[in-house]
């Protein structure tokens, strides 16, 4: 296993609710990411997090999220949630001494907004 | 245009196969490059990286070919097991945070 742990695995909202996702990093991963995944398509970069600061976002609205802890654990948030929202959301945690580029991601959370 | 571009398949192929997949990218100044595969409902995983020299691990062997900006994986023996989605990946470089994602090119190996 990747040792990057996400909670919930699974949860419905219903449109305009709020939803707050979870991600520990793999021990001594300090950067993390999110990706959006809808059916049928390839992970989509939302934001990434090192060393507590945001440091690069993707195409997603305001209302997309974070934060990164001390202990490089990190939260999504997503706000006045829309259908299109609906997707397995994705951490992916890496380390940036001595990079080889590997992504390593959590099994996810798969979202449904009614 | 997409940024990485692959065919989404699927592709069926028996099993013992040879079946090769491509994937274009748009940004020449693209630097790193990773095939990750993905199970059904599963998280995507690392299957090997792209060098510019080319690289095989077993039974697979990818090829980057930057004048034409594509990248390819092979797959010869195909098993079973290697029914998946097969995504194609491009970073800017170390330390970039942006990974870009191709679609995924489905693959089922019959028996």
């Known amino acids: 296993e990747t040792g990057v742990t996400q909670s919930p695995t699974h949860l419905i909202k219903t449109r305009g609710q709020q939803v707050t996702l979870r991600c520990s990093s793999q021990?001594?991963?300090?950067?993390v990411s999110w990706y959006q995944q809808a059916l049928g398509q390839g992970p989509q970069f939302i934001f990434q997090y090192y060393r507590e600061e945001e440091n690069g976002r993707g195409n997603f609205p305001p209302r997309f999220s974070g934060l990164q802890f001390p202990n490089y654990s990190s939260e999504l948030n997503v706000n006045a949630l829309e259908l299109d929202d609906s997707a397995l959301y994705l951490c992916?945690?890496?380390?940036?001494?001595?990079?080889?580029?590997?992504?390593?991601f959590g099994e996810g959370s798969r979202l449904t907004v009614l | 245009r997409k940024e990485v571009e692959q065919d989404p398949g699927p592709f069926n192929v028996p099993e013992g196969a040879t079946v090769a997949f491509n994937c274009t990218y748009s940004?020449?100044?693209?630097?790193?490059f990773f095939w990750y595969r993905q199970d059904c409902r599963k998280e995507p995983k690392l299957l090997m990286s792209?060098?510019?020299s080319g690289n095989e691990d077993g039974r697979f062997t990818a090829q980057l070919n930057r004048a034409s900006q594509y990248i390819s994986l092979l797959i010869r023996d195909s098993k079973l097991s290697d029914s998946a989605t097969y995504l194609c990946v491009v970073n800017m470089g170390s330390g970039t945070y942006k990974y870009i994602f191709g679609t995924g090119t489905r693959l089922k190996v019959l028996a």
């Open positions: 792209v060098y510019s």
């Open positions: 992916a945690s890496r380390s940036t001494g001595g990079d080889t580029g590997e992504l390593f």
């Open positions: 021990s001594g991963h300090n950067t």
């Open positions: 940004n020449s100044a693209s630097q790193s």
